[in-house]
């Protein structure tokens, strides 16, 4: 059974930069299709990232060249690395995994994954 522990949120000003860990437990990197969701207050889920057993990462427009989700092998924890953070970067950070089939296509839909962590908050003034 997959888990997932988030970790690393908090307050940031503007601009600034924050990392957030996923510790991974009960699955492997090949087995295992990981992403980064976050959803702001009444607003859906939404996509951030993904990182396939491919190693292939895919970010979400809003936070192209700002975000990267690097990953220790080791300690089997994939991280989100966010830089230059603005206001609308403010929402409750997820990251999730799909065990078995990854969601090639469907990457950014939230349904497509099976296991969740409880999430961390970061909040951007």
């Known amino acids: 059974h997959v888990q997932l522990v988030e970790s690393g949120g908090g307050s940031v000003q503007a601009g600034g930069s924050a990392k957030l860990s996923c510790a991974i437990s009960?699955?492997?990197?090949?087995?295992?299709?990981m992403g980064w969701f976050r959803q702001a207050p009444g607003k859906e889920r939404e996509a951030v990232a993904r990182m396939f057993p491919d190693d292939i990462t895919t970010y979400a427009d809003s936070v192209k060249d700002r975000f990267t989700i690097p990953k220790d092998i080791a300690k089997i924890t994939l991280y989100l690395e966010m830089n230059i953070l603005k206001p609308e970067d403010t929402a409750m950070y997820y990251c999730?995994?799909?065990?078995?089939?990854?969601?090639?296509?469907?990457?950014?839909?939230?349904?497509?994954?099976?296991?969740w962590g409880q999430g961390t908050q970061v909040t951007v003034s």
């Open positions: 999730a995994a799909s065990a078995g089939r990854c969601p090639w296509q469907r990457w950014s839909v939230s349904s497509a994954y099976d296991y």
């Open positions: 009960g699955g492997t990197w090949n087995g295992l299709c």
